[in-house]
T-cell receptor
Framework: DGGITQSPKYLFRKEGQNVTLSCEQN?????MYWYRQDPGQGLRLIYY???????QKGDIAEGYSVSREKKESFPLTVTSAQKNPTAFYLC???????????FGPGTRLTVL | KNQVEQSPQSLIILEGKNCTLQ??????????LRWYKQDTGRGPVSLTI???SENTKSNGRYTATLDADTKQSSLHITASQLSDSASYIC???????????WGLGTSLAVNP
């Protein structure tokens, strides 16, 4: 069953704790992306990676970190430096940076 | 500045009726434009993609139009179904790297 998966679906953390969101794809896509979605706002790009072992900051990278050690995986860490971490986080992948992005089901993070 | 405006913000229609959603964009240079459907709590799914030279593209009951001169696009839904209830997001691509600009979406509710 091909696709892009994110886990967990819901995540709760206490303020001040770092948390890592998982994103895995078995589509053999080179490019992967992390977005944040808040009510009343469009999708905002956090980080993206066009190839293994390389990634670039998006529009709102502050307080987040990523790694791309494997083609299939692009985990996102929400650090304590992120001032408003509660949001819906979406991971996406595409064959390359110029083609259609396929989205995962999302992770809703709530920081208490 | 690259911008996208979608209207209406929300829409309620009866099952079986048609509707049209609007997207005005200011993106330069324009590369392409996608319409996505996002069910509540899930990731967006691409419905159509249109390039500069395309005026109309259909995907089942969904028909997208593009007027590159006026920088307007529309998504027409024919014979709506309850499952059409979702947010519809317009996303034009900008520049040679086709950076995606995301609209806020139109929230559509189809009632029986």
């Amino acid at each position: 069953d091909g696709g892009i998966t994110q886990s967990p679906k819901y995540l709760f953390r206490k303020e001040g704790q770092n948390v890592t969101l998982s994103c895995e794809q078995n589509l053999n896509h080179d490019a992967m992306y992390w977005y944040r979605q808040d009510p009343g706002q469009g999708l905002r790009l956090i980080y993206y990676s066009q190839i293994v072992n390389d990634f670039q900051k998006g529009d709102i990278a502050e307080g987040y970190s990523v790694s791309r050690e494997k083609k299939e995986s692009f985990p996102l860490t929400v650090t304590s430096a992120q001032k408003n971490p509660t949001a819906f986080y979406l991971c996406a992948s595409s064959i390359d940076h110029y083609n259609e992005q396929f989205f995962g089901p999302g992770t809703r993070l709530t920081v208490l | 500045k690259n911008q996208v405006e979608q209207s209406p913000q929300s829409l309620i229609i009866l099952e079986g009726k048609n509707c049209t959603l609007q997207c005005n964009y200011t993106v330069s240079p324009f590369s392409n434009l996608r319409w996505y459907k996002q069910d509540t709590g899930r990731g967006p799914v691409s419905l159509t993609i249109m390039t500069f030279s395309e005026n109309t593209k259909s995907n089942g009951r969904y028909t997208a139009t593009l007027d590159a001169d006026t920088k307007q696009s529309s998504l027409h839904i024919t014979a709506s179904q309850l499952s059409d209830s979702a947010s519809y997001i317009c996303s034009p691509g900008a520049g040679n790297n086709r950076k995606l600009i995301w609209g806020l979406g139109t929230s559509l509710a189809v009632n029986p």
